[in-house]
């Protein structure tokens, strides 16, 4: 397993969303005319008002039409965008940014998007950058 996967699934541990889909795309040609690339979110975690506490976290995988369907029958009060590197760098703070405008247009049903990076390392004048964007950094250091 890559570290960046590994790097996820730690993440998994520390967060109360209920529902994790992995590799979610946006930029979809339909919404942004047709030189538009497709681009894949790593991860999104969806949060409904109401959650129940004894269920695990439900981790999926799914394409444009199913995910827009989760999204279009369910209410969420919020999604997280998460992206993963090994370390904090300037192309994953663009890549979760661009990530946040091209989700809002694809999905306008969800009304707060946050944005998240997980690494396993930060400098901190990134970690300051991260901070005035409202990047919330999550750094997991025990890596394998």
Do not use: H
Request: proline share 3%; net charge positive.
């Amino acid at each position: 397993m890559n570290k960046e996967k590994v790097l996820l699934k730690n993440y998994l541990g520390k967060t109360d969303a209920k529902l994790l889909a992995l590799e979610v795309p946006v930029g979809l040609s339909k919404n942004w005319g047709p030189n538009a690339q497709t681009r894949y979110i790593d991860g999104v975690s969806l949060f409904k008002q109401e959650r129940n506490e004894e269920q695990d976290t439900k981790v999926l995988r799914l394409g444009y039409e199913d995910f827009n369907s989760l999204i279009k029958t369910n209410s969420f009060e919020k999604a997280e965008l998460i992206e993963v590197k090994r370390k904090l760098n300037r192309p994953v703070i663009g890549q979760v940014i661009a990530g946040k405008v091209m989700f809002k247009k694809d999905y306008p049903e969800v009304d707060r998007i946050d944005m998240i990076v997980v690494c396993s390392g930060a400098d901190s004048a990134l970690l300051e950058v991260c901070e005035k964007l409202d990047i919330r950094v999550i750094q997991i250091n025990k890596v394998k």
